[in-house]
């Protein structure tokens, strides 16, 4: 039985069984075969593909839906993963709709793109399925590379490394490798175990060994790693998380948006995550509205996103927005937290409006709160790291850091912005740089 959605605090099983099961299910249905046909038959095939460009993974979009639209579904999804290995996560959770399918021409002409990330889902489930990996090993070079972080980055260098003949083994923290795609996505975006079983199939690739619940500076130092391996690529992604900056944010039920979405990516019963009747979520990116979405799902009365900037300021797509909008989230925008009260737990938390310069307006906002998640963006962690460039690793357009023989890619490199699909291409683009210095090593 149900609580009574009204009951203050934090707690579970606010909703009925079924109501778990819909919310968390997947939010974007996969297409069967005739839809999956009509979609790709509304590609004009551009020669001069502007979808392909937006793409950072430089996928030929043009090819892989030509091949779904000739009945070859296995053939688009090598096209796919021979740029992106992690072609079908991407599908979920890459914002397609500021990416390829914003420049479509469909969508600048109609307001209607074709659907690209659904049809590279199509065709990359099509071929995962069948659990064939479509990729071989090149001859054994007798080379070793560490790459630090099971994360997007690490696993796409990873397997690019082990394709060229390269031993790899990769350090992780947790204990579950997957980094952001396992532990830091909403759940139903990746329903029924997706992460893992992409890792897994990843995997067959051979030549890659984990070690779990290792970690840089806690367990085995770069020095080491340098000296130990040909070559060493860091993907450890941010752990670190940043402060609200607010007096009282040390009270009990004031936590990490990361922390909150990684104790649902991992639990078995949703019903058993407890939640609070009045959240708050701080910050305007993909991490703010997956945790507000999701407490809204988990049964939270109310649930109001706030950010200090306006909304076409938000990291967040419109579709993010729209999405969390239609789930009864409330999204405030121009303000900022100073304070949050209460007596040991936090009870309310208060914010001053802010004009676009940042400036404070005297003008204040108190929210009625039992939960606060801080979703403000995450810091790098670490000991004897290579140069910096502000709070990320400095690197070149090759993952190339300050310190010879290694390389630095996804979150916690400066190259680009957050995303899985950047990471990816980071990932991948270090490899082949890695190939190519060890091997011209090697001659």
């Known amino acids: ?96 709709e500021t990416l390829c399918e914003e420049v479509c021409v469909r969508e ?9 990330g659904q049809l590279q889902r199509y065709a990359t489930d099509h071929l995962q399925a069948q659990d064939v990996h ?14 630090v972080g099971a994360g997007p980055a690490g696993l796409s260098c990873a397997h690019r490394l082990a394709m060229l003949g390269h031993e790899v083994e990769i350090l992780d923290a947790r204990s579950k490798p997957g980094g952001l795609n396992e532990y830091g996505i909403a759940a139903y975006k990746t329903p029924n175990g997706f992460a893992q079983a992409e890792v897994d199939w990843l995997m067959q690739i051979g030549g890659i060994t984990f070690r779990h619940e290792v970690a840089v500076g806690r367990d085995v130092t770069l020095e080491e790693l340098k000296a130990d391996y040909d070559a060493v690529f860091l993907g450890m992604g941010l752990v670190g998380v940043n402060a609200l900056g607010a007096e009282g944010e040390d009270k009990a039920g004031v936590a990490n948006a990361v922390d909150f979405i990684s104790e649902l990516r991992q639990s078995g019963d949703m019903s058993g995550v407890p939640i609070g009747r009045d959240v708050v979520v701080i ?3 993909m991490t703010a509205v997956d945790a507000a979405v999701q407490a809204k799902l988990l049964g939270a009365l109310n649930v109001t996103l706030v950010y200090r900037r306006g909304r076409d300021r938000m990291n967040a797509s419109v579709f993010e927005q729209d999405l969390a909008a239609s789930k009864g989230v409330r999204i405030v925008t121009h303000a900022v937290p100073i304070a949050v009260h209460g007596n040991g737990s936090v009870r309310e938390i208060e914010f001053e409006y802010v004009d676009e310069a ?21 810091t790098l962690l670490g000991d004897g790291l290579p140069d910096l460039d502000g709070r990320k690793i400095k690197v070149d357009g090759t993952g190339r850091t300050s310190l010879d023989g290694v390389w630095a890619g996804g979150d916690c490199a400066s190259g680009g912005d957050d995303l899985t699909v950047t990471a990816v291409a980071e990932g991948r683009d270090a490899a082949m740089d890695i190939h190519t210095t060890l091997m011209g090593a090697a001659g």
């Open 1 to 96: 039985m149900a609580r009574d959605v009204f009951e203050p605090g934090i707690v579970p099983g606010r909703l009925e069984p079924q109501n778990y099961a819909e919310g968390f299910s997947d939010l974007h249905p996969p297409l069967d075969e005739h839809e999956a046909l009509v979609a790709a038959d509304r590609c004009y095939f551009c020669h001069d593909a502007p979808c392909m460009t937006a793409c950072p993974t430089d996928i030929d979009i043009p090819l892989f839906i030509r091949q779904i639209a000739t009945g070859t579904p296995d053939a688009a999804a090598k096209t796919i993963l021979s740029q992106n290995i992690l072609g079908g996560m991407c599908a979920r959770v890459c914002p397609t």
């Open 283 to 285: 910050g305007g990116g």
């Open 358 to 378: 940042m400036k404070g307006t005297g003008q204040t906002l108190r929210l009625q709160a039992d939960q606060v998640f801080k979703a403000i963006g995450q």
């Open 108 to 116: 600048v002409a109609e307001g209607k793109p074709v659907l690209i």
């Open 134 to 147: 479509p990729f071989e090993r090149a001859a054994v070079t007798g080379k070793r590379v560490v790459v």
